[in-house]
């Protein structure tokens, strides 16, 4: 058996935590109670022992699936030679938002003719750290999993032997029958165990929920239906009980065959939430907006000097590094909890910060006294070290002067001039302006190429880099150099429509990076080429699986690797879009 294709899953969430499930109907990773907690259901990283949920017809069958419109609820068809039915699966929510407790939800309705179907719900072992077991509680059977507990209510539990830890069953389903499967948990809390009505009702009202989020959703330029999912794939990575957007759903999905590249991108990098923070300000989602720029200050304030790159989900998340023995995607591993680049220094995610401040600020809102201060203190050190070297967007491990960090002071410290403009930050504004020049002459002279016709990966170097595409969005040069580099990045570092990262990517086996390819469309917007930006826009968003969702990676032919789903693609998409429609004649 062959694990399925990263691309063959799709998402559910709850605002706590976020389920993978593949076309087959299982589900094959869920961390519980929060997306960055170790998962009960892993066996996408650990097939024998990871656990599973399982709903499928016990004969050949063929899937077509869709998210209902609007929503993150999943209706998936299984059609066989004797019948047809359809389950709607959720992550369901409460009347006030999230739930105390999990549950997740799966209505069985026979459509045509009788479907057999198996079912199981098989707790795995943690990364290896726990064991499941079974418990007998007044009439009840209970699986636990260190200090998880998990109970299933709508269908009979048949497992032969009371001491498993596992429940399943087979069911018969005929057309017109309704049925409703339910896994419930909780973490280190008592266990509710739900009536099977109050969950048919449960999934109704989670779709209208998910209905009327997608109303405020305030979007009616080009490639509306596919910014939609992707507003609603960050949605699913928007942890609601502090307002931070986790950079994906999973961790130690390799980006190469090779294994050695797998990372947990269940944390928050102050990159992606500046992008997330710029498009839900511009879709109208007030409560989202607010949430999650206010996490970001809680989490930097005081820490101006050493500003971190990454931050957990939780106060009580850990980025200290963990490596589990388990074997890890189609045996790729290795499988790791933390993130070693934690503590690097990348001087880009200065501009991140102070983009952020002015994009809120923009919008009508007014920053307190305190951030304020974080503004001018964050622009003041950018002053004294923009010209240090360090790690670069891709968290490379040498210290070198890289040139989109360089691009990143000189944003940094226009971005605090506006809001010194706009009254919302106090300092020396005529300092800033005078680095910022500079920091512009010294790219000019020293990141640039005539050899090549491009700017640099590294100041003196040859390599090349497309995040320096982003520095088109940000006004760095919407020139000839841009329009120059981006023509050399397209031939050097192009598969087709998708651009590896960097120089050398594809050697260490590498695949295209989907969100190098969305800032690719935006640069080109940005530089006027309109009609090959929205050509290759339309290219792109035609290549997302078969729900709307990328990971962080693909092939020419589809086939998905990396972290899922991932942010920084689908804010990618949102950011080319608006900015097409900005730009448009």
Same mark, same amino acid.
């Given at each position: 058996?062959?694990?399925?294709?990263?691309?063959?899953?799709?998402?559910?969430?709850?605002?706590?935590?976020?389920?993978?499930?593949?076309?087959?109907?299982?589900?094959?990773?869920?961390?519980?109670?929060?997306?960055?907690?170790?998962?009960?259901?892993?066996?996408?990283?650990?097939? &024998?022992?990871?656990?599973?949920?399982?709903?499928?017809?016990?004969?050949?069958?063929?899937?077509?699936?869709?998210?209902?419109?609007?929503?993150?609820?999943?209706?998936?068809?299984?059609?066989?030679?004797?019948?047809?039915?359809?389950?709607?699966?959720?992550?369901? +929510?409460?009347?006030?938002?999230?739930?105390?407790?999990?549950?997740?939800?799966?209505?069985?309705?026979?459509?045509?003719?009788?479907?057999?179907? &198996?079912?199981?719900?098989?707790?795995? +072992?943690? =990364?290896?750290?726990?064991?499941?077991?079974?418990?007998?509680?007044?009439?009840?059977?209970?699986?636990?999993?260190? +200090?998880?507990?998990?109970?299933?209510?709508?269908?009979?539990?048949?497992?032969?032997?009371?001491?498993?830890?596992?429940?399943?069953?087979?069911?018969?389903?005929?057309?017109?029958?309704?049925?409703?499967?339910?896994?419930?948990?909780?973490?280190?809390?008592?266990?509710?165990?739900?009536?099977?009505?109050?969950?048919?009702?449960?999934?109704?009202?989670?779709?209208?929920?998910?209905?009327?989020?997608?109303?405020?959703?305030?979007?009616?330029?080009?490639?509306?239906?596919?910014?939609?999912?992707?507003?609603?794939?960050?949605?699913?990575?928007?942890?609601?009980?502090?307002?931070?957007?986790?950079?994906?759903?999973?961790?130690?999905?390799?980006?190469?065959?090779?294994?050695?590249?797998?990372?947990?991108?269940?944390?928050?990098?102050? @990159?992606?939430?500046?992008?997330?923070?710029?498009?839900?300000?511009?879709?109208?989602?007030?409560?989202?907006?607010?949430?999650?720029?206010?996490?970001?200050?809680?989490?930097?304030?005081?820490?101006?000097?050493?500003?971190?790159?990454?931050?957990?989900?939780?106060?009580?998340?850990?980025?200290?590094?963990?490596?589990?023995?388990?074997?890890?995607? @189609?045996?790729?591993?290795?499988?790791?909890?933390?993130?070693?680049?934690?503590?690097?220094?990348?001087?880009?995610?200065? *501009?991140?910060?102070?983009?952020?401040? =002015?994009?809120?600020?923009?919008?009508?809102?007014?920053?307190?006294?305190?951030?304020?201060?974080?503004?001018?203190?964050?622009?003041?050190?950018?002053?004294?070290?923009?010209?240090?070297?360090?790690?670069?967007?891709?968290?490379?491990?040498?210290?070198?002067?890289?040139?989109?960090?360089?691009?990143?002071?000189?944003?940094?410290?226009?971005?605090?001039?506006?809001?010194?403009?706009? *009254?919302?930050?106090?300092?020396?504004?005529?300092?800033?302006?005078?680095?910022?020049?500079?920091?512009?002459?010294?790219?000019?002279?020293?990141?640039?190429?005539?050899?090549?016709?491009?700017?640099?990966?590294?100041?003196?170097?040859?390599?090349?880099?497309?995040?320096? =595409?982003?520095?088109?969005?940000?006004?760095?040069?919407?020139?000839?150099?841009?329009?120059? +580099?981006?023509?050399?990045?397209?031939?050097?570092?192009?598969?087709?429509?998708?651009?590896?990262?960097?120089?050398?990517?594809?050697?260490?086996?590498?695949?295209?990076?989907?969100?190098?390819?969305?800032? =690719?469309?935006?640069?080109?917007?940005?530089?006027?080429?309109?009609?090959?930006?929205?050509?290759?826009?339309?290219?792109?968003?035609?290549?997302?699986?078969?729900?709307?969702?990328?990971?962080?990676?693909?092939?020419?032919?589809?086939?998905?690797?990396?972290?899922?789903?991932?942010?920084?693609?689908?804010?990618?998409?949102?950011?080319?879009?608006?900015?097409?429609?900005?730009?448009?004649?």
């Amino acid at each position: 058996m062959v694990d399925a294709g990263i691309e063959d899953h799709a998402a559910l969430g709850d605002g706590r935590t976020v389920a993978l499930i593949d076309r087959s109907g299982t589900v094959d990773w869920l961390p519980i109670p929060s997306l960055d907690s170790p998962p009960v259901f892993a066996s996408l990283l650990d097939r &024998d022992n990871g656990g599973r949920m399982v709903l499928q017809p016990v004969s050949a069958f063929e899937t077509t699936r869709r998210y209902l419109p609007g929503t993150n609820v999943l209706e998936s068809t299984f059609t066989t030679a004797t019948g047809t039915v359809r389950v709607t699966d959720a992550l369901v +929510t409460g009347v006030a938002g999230r739930l105390p407790w999990l549950e997740f939800a799966r209505r069985i309705e026979g459509l045509d003719g009788t479907v057999v179907l &198996d079912w199981s719900v098989e707790p795995g +072992t943690v =990364l290896g750290t726990s064991s499941p077991w079974a418990e007998h509680i007044d009439g009840n059977r209970i699986l636990r999993v260190g +200090t998880v507990n998990i109970g299933v209510t709508g269908l009979a539990d048949s497992e032969p032997d009371p001491d498993a830890p596992r429940f399943g069953g087979r069911i018969r389903v005929g057309a017109g029958s309704r049925r409703t499967l339910t896994v419930v948990a909780t973490h280190d809390e008592p266990l509710h165990l739900p009536e099977p009505d109050n969950v048919d009702i449960g999934i109704d009202r989670t779709v209208s929920n998910w209905e009327l989020w997608s109303r405020t959703f305030a979007y009616r330029g080009p490639w509306a239906d596919a910014v939609q999912r992707s507003a609603l794939a960050l949605k699913l990575l928007l942890y609601a009980p502090t307002g931070a957007i986790a950079a994906a759903a999973t961790t130690s999905l390799p980006e190469t065959s090779r294994g050695g590249k797998n990372w947990d991108y269940r944390f928050a990098w102050v @990159r992606d939430t500046a992008y997330s923070l710029r498009a839900l300000a511009r879709f109208g989602l007030r409560e989202e907006t607010h949430a999650s720029i206010s996490w970001l200050l809680r989490a930097v304030k005081g820490d101006a000097g050493e500003l971190r790159i990454l931050y957990g989900l939780r106060e009580e998340s850990s980025a200290a590094p963990q490596t589990h023995d388990v074997p890890g995607w @189609r045996g790729i591993g290795p499988v790791v909890t933390g993130n070693r680049a934690a503590h690097q220094l990348q001087l880009g995610v200065y *501009g991140d910060l102070l983009s952020v401040a =002015l994009a809120y600020a923009a919008a009508g809102n007014v920053l307190d006294v305190p951030t304020r201060r974080l503004v001018s203190d964050v622009a003041d050190r950018v002053c004294d070290v923009w010209r240090q070297p360090d790690s670069g967007m891709w968290e490379l491990t040498e210290l070198r002067q890289h040139t989109s960090s360089k691009m990143g002071c000189w944003q940094a410290l226009q971005a605090a001039q506006q809001l010194a403009e706009l *009254g919302q930050a106090a300092g020396n504004a005529s300092r800033w302006k005078r680095e910022a020049d500079l920091i512009h002459d010294w790219v000019d002279e020293n990141c640039w190429s005539d050899q090549l016709g491009a700017y640099t990966m590294v100041a003196g170097e040859d390599e090349l880099d497309a995040s320096v =595409l982003l520095h088109a969005p940000s006004g760095f040069d919407r020139g000839e150099r841009m329009r120059s +580099t981006i023509a050399v990045l397209r031939r050097d570092l192009g598969s087709g429509s998708l651009l590896y990262r960097f120089t050398g990517a594809e050697a260490e086996g590498e695949r295209p990076f989907v969100a190098c390819s969305f800032w =690719l469309v935006a640069a080109l917007a940005c530089v006027g080429d309109m009609h090959e930006a929205s050509a290759l826009m339309d290219d792109l968003v035609e290549r997302a699986n078969d729900v709307g969702l990328y990971a962080e990676m693909m092939e020419e032919d589809g086939t998905f690797w990396g972290n899922f789903p991932q942010a920084l693609s689908h804010l990618g998409l949102i950011d080319a879009a608006l900015t097409i429609a900005d730009l448009r004649p």
